[in-house]
């Protein structure tokens, strides 16, 4: 896999997405779909000129012509310049792994705020990460703290949403109401 | 008019005002400094406060808030590359690449010495253009602002993408997923497949945290170096480094600061014309004006004055319609004239008329705050900047946190989360492929603006609405944005073609004589 053959693929994921989008929004009345239905031409338009030019660059290459280098060396989301190989290496080796890691850990917050609630989650989740990449336990207890606190206070203090509010918690509160009340009775 | 400016500046004399003030401006920089919270924001969480104040004590707090809520989104979009609000992804351009050269500090410096001058200019131009201000607005109308919407858009895309056509596409597929929730022309519910969660389309926060913020954590962590990379901690302290450094560099460049500014100040007199477009516009000003163009994106500190003078400028500009006709400037001021409200004030000619010394109260409460949260902010640089100096591992996982519950925050829903992680993953894609996530977020907050400037142009004008000669001029100048650099190098190509033309004939010519000879 290259980075030629990425930009093709999401060059044609685009154009698949742009025709859906067209799809969806000719079914909406006149006023509401006109303007989308405008944007999503021109879009629809830039793609097609991309992927042409794309595919064009690279037979260029194959026979010695341009490099396909970015134009007037670019910066790419005022971020560092991405020379052409090094989205596919991005993902192979320590690197690769590093990321697939964050990339987990972030979709596992996710769900860790659906069990523990906001608060709760920021901490723990945050302690998780910094235990799993060995940073040294003061600073991994005090800035896991710090996170938890702070996202209450903000939450449930400053904005008054239920900080604390997760399934696993309501489950357990549930399960010790209905012990209370096998007890009682 | 000059007695109501000297009695504005006299009602502040009051101590309990000025201690209002402070807790409004700390609290505005805390605020600030996180992202999801900006000045929409600040003043929401104030406003329940403000019953019952005095109008001068309750004022203080709101606009010492709102006045000094963008600098610390500005820090953060210059230290972490996690803008306080979708506009200011425009500091992060060369504000981020001095932070990863070790020179956080300084670009803090630029930008708390180019806020505290823009809105300090915002308030002459207000100052200055409440007679002049009728005039102004009534010559943009609807297909003026869609062009200006449409010019905003293409160029930010065309100069932030790595090909022209990849910058189109950034622009549009912002401005398409703008187009999702409910449409207010129409009242058609788009592209929401009957999820309620949808009704109000994505938010610009959730967006904006996972193109930027989650993005940048993912790729520093992958990297597993810090955001300054591999400089030294104790470079901060040396010549070239220092907060001081950077705020001489804008009082270096001070004509740019003020044609900057004066670009914010008349974007912000244009009701709804917002931030997004003066911070970009001045930007590519800067960046026309340049004698090194090639170095933005790459941290050039005229990226961050630009910007950053046009962003606090603004404020001051956006006060004009609000004040005067009751029609607010920004976003923000939609939710100011609520706050105004409260303390009995209706904001619109009468108030000129019968309260002009709370009018410009509130001018100089706008500039005071700008200006003491920018010394706040110097004083405070060196310190923060320390944190761009820590190890991916630290401060990845804390930066994350905040950034996705500062997308549930704004929606108050726990797909905003969802959203912001989608969009991290893609952005994390379209950013390694050449597209602009800068041009797609700046679609995506100008997206509103140009759907219905657009919808009541056609409905009003038909397809006439893009002859008329400021709309076709702004039109014009899209399009030379993309034609022109394609021009330029058709005549260096044949200029070079004919040069190496001429010289082939003259070493002809020579060789005939020679052969003469």
């Known amino acids: 896999m290259t980075d030629r053959r990425v930009e093709l693929i999401v060059g044609g994921v685009l154009l698949v997405a742009g025709l859906a989008y067209i799809g969806v929004m000719s079914t909406y009345p006149y006023r509401a779909r006109i303007v989308p239905i405008i944007v999503t031409v021109v879009m629809l338009g830039a793609v097609v000129w991309d992927l ?44 690769g792994r590093r990321l697939a890691f964050i990339a987990g850990w972030t979709v596992l917050f996710l769900l860790a705020v ?72 | ?54 109008p001068v004590h309750g004022l203080a707090l709101i606009l010492g808030a709102y006045g000094a809520v963008s600098f610390g989104g500005s820090v953060t979009a210059i230290l972490t590359k996690t803008p306080g609000t979708g506009e200011q992804v425009v500091t992060t351009f060369d504000g981020y690449p001095m932070t990863q050269q070790g020179k956080g500090a300084r670009a803090v410096g630029v930008s708390a010495a180019a806020s505290a001058f823009g809105g300090l200019f915002g308030v002459i131009i207000v100052f200055i253009t ?66 309620l969660s949808l009704y109000d389309g994505f938010g610009i926060t959730a967006i904006t945290m996972g193109l930027f913020a989650v993005v940048e954590m993912f790729h520093i962590y992958a990297k597993g170096v810090s955001i300054a990379g591999d400089t030294r901690v104790s470079l901060s302290k040396e010549k ?3 907060v001081l450094d950077g705020v001489l560099d804008v009082v270096k460049r001070w004509k740019l600061m003020v044609q900057c500014g004066f670009i914010g100040a008349a974007a912000g007199v244009i009701p709804g014309m917002g931030g997004g477009i003066a911070m970009f ?118 930066l994350i946190a905040i950034a996705l519950i500062g997308s549930f925050i704004e929606m108050r829903l726990l797909i905003g989360m969802t959203i912001a992680v989608v969009f991290a993953f893609v952005g994390y894609v379209l950013r390694n492929t050449g597209y602009s996530n800068a041009g797609l977020t700046l679609g995506f907050v100008l997206g509103p603006l140009l759907d219905r400037n657009l919808n009541i142009s056609l409905q009003a004008y038909g397809w006439s609405a893009f002859l008329r000669p400021i709309t076709l001029t702004i039109l014009v100048l899209a399009a030379s944005l993309i034609l022109a650099p394609r021009i330029k190098r058709w005549i260096a190509r044949r200029a070079e073609r004919l040069a190496t033309g001429q010289e082939g004939s003259i070493e002809d010519a020579n060789s005939v004589v020679t052969l003469d000879d």
């Open chain 1, 114 to 185: 659906r069990a523990f609630g906001f608060a709760p989650a920021a901490g723990i989740w945050t302690l998780v990460f910094f235990l799993l990449n060995r940073v040294r336990l003061v600073t991994a207890v005090i800035t896991s703290a710090v996170i938890g606190l702070g996202t209450y206070a903000l939450l449930e203090l400053l904005l008054n949403i239920p900080a604390t509010d997760g399934f696993l918690f309501d489950a357990v509160a549930s399960v010790s109401e209905a012990a209370a009340t096998v007890r009682s009775q």
């Open chain 2, 1 to 54: 008019m000059l007695d109501a400016m000297f009695d504005g500046i006299l009602l502040l004399g009051d101590p309990t005002a000025l201690l209002y003030l402070t807790v409004g401006m700390v609290v505005g920089i805390i605020l600030g400094f996180l992202p999801g919270l900006g000045g929409l924001a600040t003043l929401a969480l104030l406003m329940p406060f403000m019953f019952g104040m005095e």
């Open chain 2, 240 to 242: 070239g480094y220092r």
């Open chain 2, 281 to 398: 516009f001045s930007y590519g000003y800067a960046r026309s004006r340049s004698s090194d163009p090639e170095s933005f994106g790459k941290g050039n500190v005229e990226g961050i004055i630009g910007p950053e003078s046009a962003n606090n400028a603004k404020e001051g500009g956006s006060l004009v319609p609000t004040l005067t006709f009751g029609i607010p400037g920004s976003s923000g001021m939609a939710l100011f004239i609520g706050a105004l409200l409260l303390l009995g004030f209706t904001p619109g000619p009468d108030m000129v008329r019968d309260n002009l010394d709370i009018v410009f109260l509130i001018a100089w409460l706008i500039a005071i705050s700008n200006l003491i949260a920018s010394f706040i902010g110097v004083g405070m640089a060196p310190m923060l900047a320390r944190a761009t100096f820590l190890k991916p591992e630290v401060i990845a996982p804390p």
């Open chain 2, 130 to 195: 409440i007679p002049l201000a009728r005039q102004i607005i009534t010559l943009m109308r609807p297909p003026e602002l869609f062009a200006l919407a449409l010019l905003g858009i293409m160029a930010l895309g065309l100069l932030d993408a790595r090909t022209p056509a990849k910058g189109i596409i950034s622009g549009a597929l912002g401005l398409m997923l703008s187009f999702v929730g409910f449409d207010p022309v129409t009242g058609v519910s788009r592209m929401t497949f009957g999820n």
């Open chain 1, 52 to 95: 042409v030019s794309t595919a064009m660059t690279g037979r260029k290459r194959q026979g010695g012509g341009e490099d396909g280098q970015p134009q007037d060396g670019k910066n790419v989301s005022g971020g560092t310049a991405v020379d052409d190989r090094e989205f596919v290496d991005v993902f192979r080796g320590e690197s």
